[in-house]
């Protein structure tokens, strides 16, 4: 059963272009959404957050926009550059005396061809 | 600042020995987290450790799965008469004393598990 989703397992753009990742969860007590980047036989290093109360969150390149109805949200990346070929992860907190049980997705690799 | 360390970085085993995967933390971070990650999968929660408190083990699969926190530092986790679906990244993480937004945890490089 998984809660949290990221369906497209790879995606490659060119440099310069727009990356969107996406995400989708399902349980609905989820209230804080987290973004890791993963390069190669290194941990995950966190990204960029969104809390539920807000539906967008700006961190220079990087954008996150969150829409609660679909339970859906999404990573830009603008412009991409080579060296933001990693592997993403989504990640989600119920909040409340949980909040530290962070909920990933399988990850999407991305590939930015130069 | 030193990030969070994890020994040893790959370890082969056969079926049914026993193993302990060493986690350090960053200095002064009192939250120790472990999870793994299969073969395709997402990183998956295993155990949680903050201070003295009582660790959360809700997230470890079977009870051949441990772990301890020494000290309030250095945790082990050991994985007794390993399978071979137990083959995994196993990776650690920590955060400071207070779990405030945005829940930032810092992982280390992890520990890949082969079990033969």
């Known amino acids: 059963d998984q809660q949290v989703k990221q369906n497209s397992p790879s995606l490659s753009v060119q440099e310069g272009r727009i990356s969107i990742l996406n995400c989708d969860y399902t349980n609905s007590m989820f209230d804080y959404f987290l973004w890791y980047k993963k390069y190669p036989a290194e941990g995950p290093t966190f990204l960029i957050s969104i809390s539920s109360i807000k539906d967008k969150n700006e961190d220079g390149r990087f954008t996150v926009f969150l829409n609660k109805s679909a339970k859906h949200l999404s990573l830009h990346i603008v412009p991409s550059q080579p060296g933001d070929s990693a592997v993403y992860f989504c990640?989600?907190?119920?909040?409340?005396?949980?909040?530290?049980?962070?909920?990933f997705g399988k990850g999407t690799l991305l590939t930015v061809n130069p | 600042g030193a990030g969070v360390s994890q020994s040893p970085s790959n370890k082969v085993t056969e079926k049914g020995k026993d193993v302990e995967l060493r986690c350090d933390p960053i200095?002064?971070?009192?939250?120790l987290y472990w999870y793994r990650q299969s073969l395709g999968q997402g990183l998956e929660f295993l155990i949680y450790?903050?201070?003295?408190?009582?660790?959360?083990k809700s997230g470890l699969p079977s009870d051949r799965f441990s772990a301890e926190r020494t000290g309030g530092s250095v945790s082990t986790l050991t994985i007794q008469r390993t399978q071979q679906e137990d083959s995994a990244v196993y990776l650690c993480?920590?955060?400071?004393?207070?779990?405030?937004?945005?829940?930032?945890?810092?992982f280390g490089p992890g520990t890949r598990l082969t079990v033969t």
């Open positions: 450790f903050q201070g003295n408190s009582a660790p959360d």
């Open positions: 993480a920590s955060s400071p004393a207070r779990i405030v937004w945005p829940y930032e945890q810092y």
């Open positions: 200095s002064g971070h009192t939250a």
């Open positions: 990640a989600a907190s119920g909040g409340g005396g949980s909040n530290y049980k962070l909920t």
